[in-house]
C-alpha cells in the first residue's frame, strides 16, 4: 500500500513538471498583452504530430528531433502572432478570445483531417525502460520528460532575469509606455513572447510523444489543465506556474488513487473554480 | 420596422411551406438542424451577445434537457412533455448554481469556468451509472403520437415541433431585446461598472439573462433527444457543441437578433454537406472552413455577417 502511494506521489510529481512547462508559456503571453490562447493545447498536439513524422519518415527518436520541433514551434508562434494577434491587441476581448478560439478548431481540424483520427504512439525508442527503486518504477521517459521540463523552464528563468532580452520583456509585461519611453520595442517583444511561449510547448511535446499517444484532441485535456495551472500559479507568473504544476500533478493523480481514476480530471478543474473564486490572484499571481 | 414584419412573415410562410413542397428527407433533415441550432444560437446570444458573458457552457443545459427527458421516459415511461418541464427546471437551477459565483468572474476568467463546469458535467455523466453511463439511453419505440413525442414513419411532425421552439426562441428574444431587461443587458456588456454605478443589479440581470438561455437550450435538448431517440454525454454535452454555438452567433452578428439565425443557415448546411460530399476523407475540412471564418470575422468584422445585409438601413 505504502509503495504505491510513494509511486503515485512520483507519477504525479513527474508529469507536474511536464504540466509546468506546458503552462509557462500560456502565461508568459497572457502576462504580456493580456491575452489567453486558448489554442494553448494544440499547439503542444502540432509539435506532438511533429515528433512523431519525424520518427516515421526519417527515423529520428523524439529525443534527438526536439531542437527542431522546437525550432519550428518557435517559428510557428511568431507566425501566429504576426498574423492573427497583432491586429486583435488592442481590439475588445470577444474578438481576441474567438481569434485564438479559432486557431484551436482550424489546428484540431486540420489534423483531423491530414492525419483522422487514429491514436497513434511511437513503438519503440531511445528512453524505453523502467528504473525501479525499491519498489517503485519510474519510467525512463517519464523521468526524462520531468528533467527535461525542469531545464528548460530553468533556463526561461535564467533568460527572463538574467540577460538584457529577457529583461526586456519583463519590463514590457510590467510597464507597456514606460518599456517604450526606455526604447524597447514592444511589438518585437511580444513577437518574440509569442515565439518563446510556443517553443516552450514544442519542448513539452516532443518530451511527451516518448511515452504518450498522439491524435488530434490530445491538446484538448493538456490545454485545460495548463489554465488550471495558470490560474493556480496566478495570471502571468511565470515561477508561479511551476510551482503550481507540480500541485496540479500531485492533485491529479493523488485523487485518482484515493478516490476514482476516473474522477481524477474533475477534481483538477474543481481546483481552477476554487482558486479562482477564492483567490482569484493565484498563489504567486499579482493583483 | 414595418419592412422587417413582411420580411419575417415571408421567410416564416417559406419555412413553413418548405416541407410540403420538398419530400426529402435530407433537405427536411438539414432544416430541422438548421433550426434546432439557430434556437440553441439564439440561447447563447441571449447571454453570449447580448449581455457579453461568453458561455463555452451552455451545452450542459443541452444535456440536461435531453437526460430529463430520457431518464424520465425511459425509467419511468413519463411523457417527454414533462420532461421538457423538468428539464427546464434543472437547467434554470444549474444556470443559478453556475452563475451565482461565476459571474462574480471578469472576461477570461469567466469563460474558462464555464468550460470546466462543462466539463465537469461531461465527467459526471459519464460515470453516472444511473444516467447509462458512456453508452447513454436509447428511448423506448412507443406509438407514434403528439403525446409520446414520438414519429417514425416522417420527419414532417418534428419539423413543425421544431419550427414553434425557434419561432418561440425567436419571439422570446424579440421580447427581451425590447424591454428593460434587453437594454440591462447591453449596458453590462458595454461597461458592467458603469451599469452598476446607474443602479443596474448586475449580477441579478445576468443571472435572469442565463435563465433564459438555459430554458431555451434545455428545450432544444428535449427535442434533441425524441429526435434522435438516442442520447450519450458526448453527443449531448462536448464542449465541440458549446462551442459551436458561439460560432453560429459570432458568424451572423453578436447580440442582433437574427445573428444566430443566419449563422445557423451558413454553418449546418456547411457540417451537413462536407459530412455528405467529403465523407470521412473530409473530415476536418468544415471545422478548418468555419475557423478560418471565424478568424477573419474577428479581425475584419466583429458585428458579424449581419451588419452585411443590414448595411444602409443599420439603426
Known sequence: MEGVFIQTLVSGLLIGFLYALIAVGLTMIFGMMDIVNFAH???????????????????????????????????????????LIKPIINAPMLSQIFVTFGVLIFLRGLAQFLWKVDYRMIPQTVLSGNIHLGDVYIGIPQLTAAAGAIICNGLLLWFLKKTRLGMALEAVSEDKEAARLMGINSDRMFALAWGIGIATVGVAGALLTSFYYVFPEVGANFGLIAFVVVALGGFGSVTGAFAAGIIVGLVEVMSG??????????????????????????????? | MKKGLIAFVIFLGALTAFPLIFHDPFTRHTLIMIMLYAAMGIGWNIIGGYTGQVSFGNAAFFGVGAYATAILLANYGISPWVGMLVGCFFSVALAIIVGYPCFRLQGHYFAIATIAVGEIMLLVFTNWGYAGGAVGIYMPILPESFMNFEFHTSKLPYYYIILVIFVAALGVCRLVEGSRLGYYCRAIKEDPDGARSLGINVQRYKMIAFSISAVITSICGTFYAQYVLYIHPTSTMDLMMSIQLCIICLIGGLGKLYGPVIGAFVFIPLTELTRVYLGSEGQGVDLMIYSLLIIILAIMRPQGLWAIFSKGTAK
Open chain 1, 257 to 287: 488513487f484515493l478516490i476514482a481514476p476516473q474522477f481524477k480530471f474533475m477534481f483538477v478543474l474543481a481546483l481552477y473554480l476554487a482558486v479562482v473564486f477564492i483567490r482569484p490572484q493565484g498563489l504567486l499571481g499579482k493583483k
Open chain 1, 41 to 83: 493545447g494544440d499547439y503542444l498536439m502540432v509539435a506532438m504530430y511533429f515528433s512523431y513524422w519525424f520518427f516515421v519518415l526519417f527515423g529520428m527518436d523524439p529525443l534527438y528531433s526536439l531542437p527542431a520541433v522546437t525550432l519550428l514551434l518557435f517559428g510557428l508562434g511568431i507566425l501566429t502572432y504576426y498574423l
